[in-house]
């Protein structure tokens, strides 16, 4: 299992050093969300500072850009770090798509398959100087002259992952990805009985070995120097479940434990806006399905028991600066790695 390191709101004057610092640290590998800004740009700082770290998008919006664009900013990317791109693409919900984006929405599972078969089709076309022409159901392009083809990189190979909380995503990681992306609000248990089932169903489907999908994922972890500060993580941890449990989308995790009774009545404290209600309902017990509770010095075993066999990819939802509390991220990385 690798030790992984989510970066987010990172100011961009600041990446260089907080992706050395991590590299330095022992991380396997960096990943770069993107909610209030760009999530590319502080891959490209990472990869100008670092030689050995993994670099990710955990995850790029993918509905929000033409394949072209996204094919473009991978492509740089890839070639300026030397091979270490790991391409990581959200959905996104529809509102956000349609009135924050002002980009089409339909058959999200569907246009994701046919949005990564466009990737690809564009970079063979980079690489070899093929001619292009991708005609799908969502995306065509069928224009490329050397005037706008980047031309071949020495590591043209780019990972691709997809994020997802129900099954069709993780079918269609299945069938046409190389990783998937499971959503920080999960449990083992989930991931047992709905992504891995769902993913080896694609990929039996496409003719391929499900061991080869490779799952990352961001970690819910409560931890602190003493008891205060825990029962501070703690209360913020059942305040972050109850928002995620109250969206129906992700109810599927609830379901996945017999708790859908309780996620159907946090979506109805959520509509009629009654926020401090909401985490009353989450009980100790799925607290701990849900976030992992630990020591400092007993979060990189921890992670590792609960993980080991299950998650290739792990990192800690938890804010990172270099330079504080080194000595615990420096045992994360080298005892979860």
Known sequence: MDANLGVEGTPLREMQRTAAAAEELGFSGLWSTETKHDGFLPLALAASGTERIELGSAVAIA??????????????IQALSGGRLILGLGTQVKAH?????SMPWSRPAARMREYVLALRAIWHTFQTGDELNFRGEFYRHTLMTPFFNPGPIEHPGIPVYIAGVNTRLARVAGEVCDGFHVHPFHSPEYVRKVVLPAISEGARAAGRDPREIKLATSAFVITGRDEEERSRRREEMRSQIAFYASTPTYRTVFEAHGWQEVGEELSRLAR???????????????LSAFALEAAPDEVGPALRERYEGLIDRVALYAPFVPGERDDFWRRLAGSAG
């Open 63 to 76: 509905f929000s850009r033409s394949p072209m664009v996204t094919a473009q900013l991978a492509w740089d």
């Open 97 to 101: 798509v349609e009135k924050r984006f």
């Open 272 to 286: 009629r806006k009654r926020w401090e209600e909401m985490p009353r309902l989450v009980t100790d017990e799925m």
